[in-house]
């Protein structure tokens, strides 16, 4: 079976640090990936997506970049993060048509 | 590109009594329609999808109704219990090749008073 992991778990960083979160998919081959983002009490803005190795979409232009290096490794990186990108990130992967997500990194920008 | 709707934004039954939350969808060639279920602090769970050559779905408690013509889709929960409460996220996808993405909806904040 398919499981798709997201760390770090939680992650408390002052503005104008570097992030890099990581995303992986165990159990299928050439998955569409996605990260998502949810500022706290709101709905699911989608960040980057991706259909193959080095292939990225971006939905929102903003001071995060997605990349991914690998067939089932998605990474999400800022070189200097924002007050506004506090929130709880969210890495997904699409077999066939059902959408399943990671369990988040929540992020915490003072 | 697709937009969906999603009404009410918060809602509240009591336990036992039923629970709907509708959307709408603007692009007709939607065809694949899940619902997900977000609990405070965990990742959205998918608990029911249906696709367009249906027009409805069951699965205990829950079910989901398509309209084509009118481009809604409905989530009914029956009977509902507390810990159904939680944020719903309605989503619509052009299923096939060439199409990547879900159009999410707001949510709807669901509570169920015991």
């Known amino acids: 079976s398919q499981t798709i992991h997201q760390w770090p778990a939680t992650l408390v960083q002052p503005v104008g640090s570097p992030l890099s979160l990581e995303c992986t998919v165990e159990?299928?081959?050439?998955?569409?990936l996605y990260w998502y983002r949810q500022a706290a009490g709101r709905g699911l803005q989608l960040l980057f997506y991706s259909v193959g190795i080095g292939q990225i979409s971006s939905e929102v232009p903003q001071n995060l970049s997605a990349s991914r290096p690998q067939d089932r490794q998605f990474i999400l990186s800022s070189k200097k993060l924002l007050l506004s990108d506090s929130g709880f990130y969210l890495c997904?992967?699409?077999?066939?048509?059902?959408?399943?997500f990671g369990p988040g990194t929540r992020l915490t920008v003072l | 590109g697709e937009n969906v709707e999603q009404h009410p934004s918060t809602l509240s039954v009591q336990e036992g009594d039923s629970a709907v939350i509708k959307c709408t969808y603007s692009d007709s060639a939607s065809n694949y329609f899940p619902w997900y279920k977000q609990e405070l602090g965990k990742r959205p769970q998918l608990i029911i999808d249906i696709r367009s050559n249906v027009g409805e779905k069951k699965d205990q408690r829950i079910a989901v109704t398509l309209n084509k013509t009118a481009k809604h889709f409905s989530l009914h929960i029956t009977e509902t219990q507390p810990e159904d409460s939680a944020v719903y996220f309605c989503?619509?996808?052009?299923?096939?090749?060439?199409?990547?993405?879900?159009?999410f909806g707001k949510g709807t904040k669901l509570s169920v008073i015991p």
């Open positions: 989503a619509a996808r052009i299923s096939g090749a060439g199409s990547y993405q879900l159009t």
């Open positions: 997904a992967w699409t077999g066939a048509d059902t959408q399943y």
């Open positions: 159990g299928t081959s050439n998955p569409n």
